[in-house]
């Protein structure tokens, strides 16, 4: 239990520490870099049972909660040409949707959808969205377009793996 407390205290230290590089250097090229740590610090979980039980450190990244939504709000408004503006619009449409506003959640995956033609990851969400709206056949198109994305990644992998295979050494 104290080993949690510890942790936690940790993360709300590296949380803090963020906020205040973001709040005393606006204009820094590294302040999108600083909220993108506190939301991601926010959004990590820890495990207490398997801490308990295997006396290891163990956590995961979940859905986002509530508290890192300024965060995110933040990169996106800020930020919106940074890779890092893909990661808010996922987190905030997560989160849009755990809330019952599906319709926000659909418009921001659009959005990364046009900003990243190959998210698998904006197309198995919009699916996912629609289903939960009942439209069903939108579903059905987006987790289509979604496995065609991951095909076509597992396939560029596959020949870039081949390539590497038959490069000559320096």
Do not use: C
């Amino acid at each position: 239990q104290t080993n949690r407390v510890a942790l936690l205290q940790v993360r709300q230290g590296i949380a803090a520490r963020a906020q205040w590089f973001a709040r005393n250097y606006p204009d820094s090229r590294y302040t999108v870099n600083a909220y993108y740590i506190k939301a991601a610090t926010l959004d990590t979980r820890l495990e207490a049972e398997r801490l308990i039980r295997d006396r290891k450190l163990a956590h995961y990244r979940a859905f986002p909660v509530e508290q890192s939504r300024h965060s995110w709000e933040m990169v996106l408004e800020n930020w919106p040409e940074s890779p890092m503006a893909a990661v808010a619009m996922l987190r905030l449409a997560q989160l849009d949707a755990r809330a019952g506003r599906l319709d926000q959640a659909v418009e921001l995956m659009k959005q990364l959808a046009q900003v990243d033609p190959d998210s698998v990851m904006a197309h198995t969400n919009l699916s996912r969205f629609y289903q939960q709206k009942g439209l069903i056949d939108e579903a059905e198109a987006e987790q289509a377009e979604a496995r065609r994305l991951s095909w076509k990644a597992e396939l560029k992998a596959k020949k870039t793996m081949v390539g590497a295979q038959h490069a000559v050494p320096l």
